[in-house]
């Protein structure tokens, strides 16, 4: 019974102590797991909080911009304007006083602008290229801001590829095919186009060689190519597509800004909504991400990764969505140079050639004319809709025939019903744009007031 008992106890013992060393085993494995489960469990913590925290600043927003959103001109047309006034002051006394505080800046921008007026106003041969270089510079100026107002987004942007640029393109394209020439005499041309005479005193040179006379004309009266009316628009083409790009600048540098905490527009809404979009994909996997929310995602992932090539390829294209790409470039600290260099490249290279082609090819003559033939076909609607359009085609080609200075009345009998709707169409645009300026102004006020916060 002893030994039994013995051996009862020995197995006991062996089993309590093989059960303690499995425990023991049991208990060390997890410590090895335990460290990458709680930096995951860690940074999971924090996504929420973030996100918590975001959802409530959000909410803020929400309220504060539902406020704001009833600040509009024809509502509160006298409290609005006011507004307008007070933000207009606040921004033009920021930015005094940020460029005063570049002391070396302003010093030599002032001997500049001295040293400029000083050759504008004396006399002498050199009036002559001062003159073609002040036209030259504002007209190129003009299509610079037009290219700004495009993309800059004040309120909403105005999109004068379709009021401004592509009808010039489109223009030039008629009138090269019309006159046979790309070379229209200057002026009235840009601001107006008119088809050059076959022989002009100003475009004749004249040789003489045993005394024959011999007139060599020097227009392009050769068969017009695709290339010419590309090259004969380049530089309005080039200078709105730059226009674009810097209007690309603002989100870049408002993002950059809160991320290196220098300023206090971190509550911008902007900004919140891509954190917030960034932390819910990074979260859910972009399971609860709308099918808007996952392209401006894989926008964010595509820049993120690729860097400047993925901004080229996003500047490349016609893009709704190339403002996230200035705040992802500017809250990663991406380079301002590899931002804006491959946007300029993008914008106001490859996306603006690309346009233009398109342009010349759908307005080129044989285009238009087989266009219009084609409208007849539209069931009910055709007869009506190819009327308008042909009135149009005569108009235009009835104002490139007549000389510099003549009135149009002896060359277009009619206004067509084409261009009185598209000048509509631009005044409203145009008085669309301004009131949304206006609304935009005098919202941001009403934020930074109620906020307390001193942004622009």
């Not at 060393?21 to 995951?40: A, D, E, V, W, Y």
Request: charged fraction near 20%; hydrophobic fraction near 40%.
């Amino acid at each position: 019974m002893n030994f039994k008992a013995g051996i009862e106890s020995h197995t006991t013992m062996g089993t309590l102590s093989t059960s303690s060393s499995s425990r023991r085993r049991k208990g060390k494995q997890p410590k090895s797991t335990s460290i990458p489960n709680s930096k995951l469990t860690t940074s999971s913590k924090n996504l929420e909080e973030q996100e918590h925290l975001l959802a409530k600043k959000k909410s803020q927003q929400e309220m504060l911009r539902h406020e704001a959103d009833k600040i509009v001109l024809w509502r509160h047309p006298v409290c609005t304007i006011n507004y307008c006034v007070l933000e207009l002051i606040y921004i033009f006394h920021h930015i005094i006083k940020r460029f005063v505080s570049y002391r070396k800046t302003l010093f030599a921008s002032i001997i500049l602008i001295l040293f400029l007026t000083f050759l504008y106003n004396t006399e002498g041969s050199h009036q002559t290229s001062i003159q073609t270089i002040e036209t030259l510079f504002f007209w190129l100026l003009y299509w610079f801001g037009l290219g700004v107002a495009s993309s800059i987004g004040l309120g909403t942007g105005l999109h004068t590829f379709l009021l401004y640029l592509g009808p010039f393109i489109a223009q030039v394209t008629l009138a090269a095919y019309e006159c046979g020439s790309i070379k229209f005499p200057r002026p009235p041309y840009p601001n107006e186009i008119v088809c050059p005479s076959l022989i002009s005193t100003s475009t004749v040179r004249t040789i003489t060689n045993d005394n024959d006379t011999v007139l060599t004309d020097l227009l392009e009266t050769g068969p017009i190519s695709f290339w010419k009316i590309l090259w004969k628009v380049k530089i309005e083409a080039f200078f709105w597509g730059l226009g674009t790009a810097f209007g690309e600048l603002p989100p870049y540098f408002m993002a950059r800004a809160a991320r290196l905490g220098t300023s206090d527009n971190s509550d911008d809404e902007e900004l919140l909504e891509f954190e917030a979009l960034v932390i819910n994909a990074e979260l859910y996997s972009s399971r609860n991400l709308t099918l808007f929310e996952r392209v401006r995602y894989l926008v964010y992932r595509l820049i993120k990764r690729i860097g400047f090539l993925g901004i080229l390829l996003c500047a490349s294209i016609p893009n709704p969505l190339f403002d996230l790409a200035g705040i992802t470039c500017g809250y990663f600290l991406i380079s301002f140079w590899t931002f804006f260099l491959a946007t300029i490249i993008g914008k106001a290279l490859i996306k603006m050639s690309i346009q233009t082609v398109f342009i010349i090819f759908l307005f080129s003559e044989h285009h238009v004319e087989r266009i219009i033939r084609w409208m007849k076909h539209i069931p009910h609607y055709g007869g009506l809709l190819q009327t308008p359009f042909k009135d149009w085609l005569l108009e235009q080609k009835g104002k490139m025939h007549r000389k510099p200075g003549e009135n149009l009345t002896n060359h277009v009998t009619k206004i067509s019903a084409l261009t009185k709707v598209f000048n509509l169409f631009v005044a409203g645009m145009i008085i669309y744009f301004i009131a949304s300026i206006i609304n935009s102004l005098a919202q941001r006020y009403y934020k930074r007031t109620r906020t307390g916060l001193k942004t622009m």
